[in-house]
């Protein structure tokens, strides 16, 4: 066994870095490692980032999956501000969605177990079970043939993680956590998914719509490592994706 | 009760997103344990993972998306037919990433506390050994 620090490795050329594999279950980070990142530079009021609760009764599968994904970031919100209510009410509205996709099942179960653990003010194993519930939904997706929905859930969950942490830093700007919002190649990798979608679910007008919104929200994500983007930019940002998360959850 | 219901929830984890191999469910066996060490010290582990296989001498690069201020630590655990595997990390540039590092036979961790925000790439090893599978975790706090 050893332990130890290690630096010694070649570097890899840019080719070797185009060629990475890049997965949606590790390569897009949860909206909870966000959240644990922005309360290691402050200490933001987690209350004040809940929204209204959103409709559970959509007909359109792709606004479904986009609103899922929505509602675990908000659990995840939910947990940090450490209030088993809303987290209770969230978990109530995640089985609701899902029931509507027929995907309820094992979901029916997380969602109780969400509501088990929030009663018990069991936060740590909150946040991994809101993932898991996540990655329930994707895979009851994937066995009714579902797949590009997986996608929308994670975009779903991603687009209201930066609207929330985007919100915040517009009315607390410190430089470091504007750093936070650096994320230029989660963006690339979800927009390139959405590019591989199938024609049908391409061409769904929320889906078509956001696409088209997702290129300025790349630009205004892809700053340089060592500079931290202007509260004006920040600002800009935020009204990019609060557009896009009142787009997702107003029902058509 | 409630305690009793995490324990078979940890049991029985979600499954992924893709049905994997009895070897792949092996090497995730492996590489749970060793992260199961990380999660004690208050790291949360990710759901998700990746599986598959891996040649002798042979080295796989996943992208991972990264927060500065967070401290992740990379775990790989594969079957036993790989004798030594090795984790490291690299930044956008390709350049690679100081980490503490740990090995110990057929699993192997990486981990390190960003300074800024982004993709950076984790390469795992198989330095010795014959055709194994692997299963790549990660967990932060």
Redesign the interface.
């Known amino acids: 066994?050893?332990?130890?620090?290690?630096?010694?490795?070649?570097?890899?050329?840019?080719d070797?870095?185009a060629?990475?594999?890049?997965?949606?279950?590790?390569?897009?980070?949860?909206a909870?490692?966000?959240f644990?990142?922005l309360n290691?530079?402050a200490k933001p009021n987690w209350q004040q980032q809940y929204r209204k609760p959103i409709p559970t009764a959509f007909t359109s599968r792709p606004q479904i999956a986009l609103n899922l994904g929505g509602l675990i970031a908000d659990g995840y919100i939910a947990v940090q501000a450490e209030d088993s209510q809303q987290v209770k009410n969230i978990g109530k509205d995640i089985v609701a969605l899902a029931k509507t996709l027929g995907v309820s099942e094992?979901v029916l179960r997380?969602g109780k177990?969400i509501s088990?653990?929030a009663?018990?003010n069991?936060w740590?194993?909150l946040?991994?079970?809101l993932?898991?519930?996540?990655?329930?939904v994707?895979?009851a997706m994937?066995e009714q043939h579902d797949e590009e929905l997986?996608t929308l859930v994670t975009l779903g969950g991603w687009i209201r993680g930066t609207e929330v942490v985007s919100a915040w830093i517009s009315e607390n700007y410190q430089p470091?956590a504007a750093?936070?919002?650096?994320?230029?190649?989660?963006l690339a990798?979800l927009r390139g998914k959405l590019l591989a979608l199938p024609e049908k679910a391409k061409n769904d007008p929320l889906v078509h719509d956001i696409e088209s919104k997702l290129g300025g929200i790349e630009k205004l994500l892809s700053f340089p490592?060592?500079k931290a983007p202007t509260l004006e930019e920040v600002k800009a940002l935020n009204a990019a994706a609060n557009d896009l998360v009142k787009e997702i959850s107003t029902k058509q | 009760m409630k305690r009793l219901l995490f324990l078979i929830l940890a049991a029985f984890p979600a499954l992924p997103l893709l049905a994997a191999t009895d070897d792949e469910v092996a090497a995730r066996k492996v590489v749970q344990e060793l992260a199961g060490a990380f999660a004690n010290d208050g790291f949360k582990l990710r759901d998700g993972n990746w599986t598959g296989a891996i040649q002798s001498k042979d080295s796989l690069l996943i992208q991972v998306n990264l927060y500065a201020g967070n401290q992740y630590w990379f775990s790989v655990g594969a079957t036993a037919p790989a004798k030594k595997m090795l984790v490291t990390v690299f930044d956008e540039t390709g350049k690679p990433v100081e980490v503490n590092s740990y090995q110990n036979g057929s699993t192997a961790a990486a981990g390190f506390s960003p300074e800024s925000s982004g993709p950076y790439y984790v390469r795992i090893q198989e330095v010795e050994g014959e055709p194994a599978s692997f299963c790549l975790i990660y967990s932060y706090k």
Request: net charge negative; proline share 3%; aromatic share 4%.
């Open positions: 066994m050893v332990f130890g620090l290690n630096a010694g490795a070649a570097g890899l050329s840019k070797d870095l060629k990475s594999v890049k997965l949606d279950s590790l390569s897009v980070p949860t909870g490692e966000l644990a990142a290691k530079v094992n997380r177990c088990d653990f009663e018990n069991e740590s194993a946040k991994e079970e993932e898991a519930t996540q990655n329930e994707k895979q994937e997986v470091a750093k936070l919002l650096r994320q230029p190649a989660i990798f490592a060592d």
